[in-house]
C-alpha cells in the first residue's frame, strides 16, 4: 500500500538524521520527494540513489531555508521537476548551545533564522501553491500537508538552550496559527515534537554509554529514540489517514514530557 502514492513532498534539511528517514519513508509510500540540503550534497544525492535504486523519484535542491531567495528557488526547481507540492516538512533545524548570559546575537539570530523564519519561509510558498491549485481528486483528501519539526522544547524550558527553545516555541504558534488562518483552503498543518532521538545534532547526549544512561533518567520508556519512530508519525500525518488532524502537536518522545523527575513522589 503507497498511501502517498503520486504527491510530491519537500523535506528540509534532509540529508542527515530524522530529515533524511522521513524523505525515505515518504518516497517508500510513492511520493516524489525533494532532498533539501544546505552544504553536505554529496549526502543528500547518495539519498537520491537510495530512492531511485528502490524504484522511487527524488532530487536533491540546495537552498538555506533562512534565506528568502534560496527558498523562492528551491519551490521553482521543486515546480520544475514535480509540477507542484502535496507536502511540505519543515524539518531543518539547529542548535547553537550558551550560557545565557554569554550569547551572542549571532548565536540568538542564526537559530531563530533557521528554526523559525525558515518553517515561516517554506510554509509561505508551501500555502500559495496549495491555495493556487486546490484539492487534486484522488491524489488527497486536502489541499496540501504541512509539517512542522517542532521540539519537546517547545514546551519544556531549556537552560543553556534559550535560543532553540524559544524558536521551537515559536513554531507551536506558527503552526496553530497558520493552521487556522489555512484549514477553510484545506490545507492541514501540524506539528510533530521530538524528544531524544539518535542523530548528529546530540550525538555527544547518547554516543558513549554514561552519556546515554543519563539521558535514559529522563526517558520512562526505556530507549533513545531513532529517526524512523518519527518518520512514521510523518507519513501518518502526511496521508489521509490522518486527514481530521489539523493543528496538532503530535510529541513523540518516550514519556520525556511526562516530568519522570516527580515518579517516586518527586
Ligand atoms: P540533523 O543535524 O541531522 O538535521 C538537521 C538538518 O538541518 C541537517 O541536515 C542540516 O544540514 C539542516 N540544516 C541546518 N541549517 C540549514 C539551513 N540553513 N538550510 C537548510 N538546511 C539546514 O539533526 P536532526 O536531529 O535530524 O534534526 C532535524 C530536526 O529535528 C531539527 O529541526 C531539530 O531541531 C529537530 N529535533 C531533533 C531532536 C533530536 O533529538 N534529534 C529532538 C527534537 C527536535
Redesign the pocket.
Same mark, same amino acid.
Given at each position: 500500500m503507497q498511501r502517498l502514492k503520486g504527491q510530491s513532498a519537500l523535506v528540509? /534539511? +534532509? +540529508? +542527515?538524521? %530524522?530529515?533524511?528517514?522521513m524523505a525515505l519513508a515518504m518516497a517508500r509510500e510513492g511520493a516524489n520527494v525533494v532532498i533539501?540540503? #544546505? @552544504? !553536505?550534497e554529496s549526502?543528500a544525492q547518495q539519498i537520491v540513489e537510495e530512492i531511485t535504486s528502490e524504484g522511487g523519484n527524488a532530487i536533491a535542491i540546495g537552498?538555506?531555508? @533562512? $534565506?528568502e531567495a534560496?527558498v523562492k528557488r528551491m519551490f521553482g526547481r521543486m515546480f520544475e521537476a514535480f509540477g507542484t507540492i502535496d507536502i511540505l516538512v !519543515?524539518? =531543518? /533545524?539547529?542548535?547553537k548551545d550558551a550560557s545565557f548570559v554569554d550569547m551572542t546575537l549571532d548565536d540568538w539570530e542564526k537559530v531563530i533564522?533557521? !528554526?523559525l523564519t525558515?518553517q515561516f519561509l517554506c510554509a509561505r510558498e508551501a500555502a500559495k501553491e496549495f491555495i493556487r491549485r486546490g484539492v487534486v481528486e484522488g491524489r488527497s483528501v486536502a489541499a496540501g500537508k504541512i509539517i512542522c %519539526? +517542532? @521540539?519537546? #522544547?517547545e514546551v519544556i524550558p531549556w537552560a543553556g538552550h534559550v535560543n532553540?527553545a524559544a @524558536? $521551537?516555541g515559536g513554531v507551536m504558534l506558527l503552526m496553530k496559527s497558520i493552521a487556522q488562518e489555512l484549514a477553510p483552503y484545506k490545507i492541514r498543518v501540524n506539528s510533530i515534537? *521530538?524528544?531524544? %532521538? $539518535?542523530? *548528529?545534532?546530540?550525538r555527544s =547526549?547518547w554516543a558513549d554509554p554514561e552519556s546515554e544512561k543519563k539521558l535514559l533518567e529522563l526517558i520512562p520508556y526505556g530507549r533513545v529514540?531513532v *529517526?524512523e519512530d518519527?518518520a512514521n508519525a510523518a507519513v501518518w500525518l502526511a496521508s489521509d489517514d490522518s486527514d481530521y488532524v489539523h493543528g496538532e502537536t503530535l510529541v513523540i518522545d518516550g514519556g520525556m514530557t511526562l516530568y519522570p523527575g516527580f515518579v517516586g513522589n518527586g
Open positions: 528540509t /534539511g +534532509s +540529508s +542527515s538524521g %530524522i530529515g533524511k528517514a533539501n540540503f #544546505h @552544504s !553536505n549526502s537552498a538555506d531555508v @533562512s $534565506k534560496d !519543515n524539518n =531543518a /533545524g539547529l542548535q533564522g533557521i !528554526n525558515g %519539526i +517542532s @521540539s519537546v #522544547h532553540y @524558536s $521551537k515534537a *521530538p524528544g531524544a %532521538i $539518535k542523530t *548528529p545534532i546530540n =547526549a529514540g *529517526p518519527i
